[in-house]
T-cell receptor, first 115, second 113 residues
Framework: DSGVTQTPKHLITATGQRVTLRCSPRSGDLSVYWYQQSLDQGLQFLIQYYNGEERAKGNILERFSAQQFPDLHSELNLSSLELGDSALYFC??????????????FGPGTRLTVL | KNQVEQSPQSLIILEGKNCTLQCNYTVSPFSNLRWYKQDTGRGPVSLTIMTFSENTKSNGRYTATLDADTKQSSLHITASQLSDSASYICVVSLKTSYDKVIFGPGTSLSVIP
């Protein structure tokens, strides 16, 4: 158990809908990262927040947005969902700000299925 | 172009045997290299991290090597167990003023009895 929690575990929705994924980082970690992993594909970095502020952006679509709240939990909002958005979405957390040197601890993921 | 490649794409070995997974990168400037283990449907877990000056790092039955000159790394698994069945991901970080990490596509390892 990494100490990172994600809810829900599974999510099934229809095209065009909007969903919110939630992540609680490990106690003491200030950074939260979001990743997308499509079937048989590698991890794609979406976005990083550090202590409530956006820190880095990766391949995140304009239909997607995220935020980190004062209690450090984070939410990833996906809107106007398309079939291609079906994937595993992972949240990770780390103590510091630098993704290149800090060890990231990954949550169990949310499996999103868009029908 | 900064890239991380892994081989083989997939591998099947018998329980108890050893195996070696490869990672080649064209990332520059290089900061460090990590190997992650990802069980099916679960989040990745860090196995090792190596900087430019380190050429070997062990974590139990897992031994990672790094050749910064040839830009190659390998992950050697000794006396494989059924629980080693997973995807192994090589991740390389850049040494720049901005943070960037590049994920490899992973090698899927199946250990069979």
């Amino acid at each position: 158990d990494s100490g990172v929690t994600q809810t829900p575990k599974h999510l099934i929705t229809a095209t065009g809908q909007r969903v919110t994924l939630r992540c609680s980082p490990r106690s003491g970690d200030l950074s939260v990262y979001w990743y997308q992993q499509s079937l048989d594909q590698g991890l794609q970095f979406l976005i990083q927040y550090y202590n409530g502020e956006e820190r880095a952006k990766g391949n995140i679509l304009e239909r997607f947005s995220a935020q980190q709240f004062p209690d450090l939990h984070s939410e990833l909002n996906l809107s106007s969902l398309e079939l291609g958005d079906s994937a595993l979405y992972f949240c990770a957390s780390s103590v510091g700000i630098r993704v290149s040197t800090d060890t990231q601890y990954f949550g169990p993921g949310t499996r999103l299925t868009v029908l | 172009k900064n890239q991380v490649e892994q081989s083989p794409q997939s591998l099947i070995i018998l329980e108890g045997k050893n195996c070696t997974l490869q990672c080649n990168y064209t990332v520059s400037p290089f900061s460090n290299l990590r190997w992650y283990k990802q069980d099916t449907g679960r989040g990745p877990v860090s196995l090792t991290i190596m900087t430019f000056s380190e050429n070997t790092k062990s974590n139990g039955r897992y031994t990672a090597t790094l050749d910064a000159d040839t830009k190659q790394s390998s992950l050697h698994i000794t006396a494989s167990q059924l629980s080693d069945s997973a995807s192994y991901i090589c991740v390389v970080s850049l040494k720049t003023s901005y943070d960037k990490v590049i994920f490899g596509p992973g090698t899927s390892l199946s250990v069979i009895p």
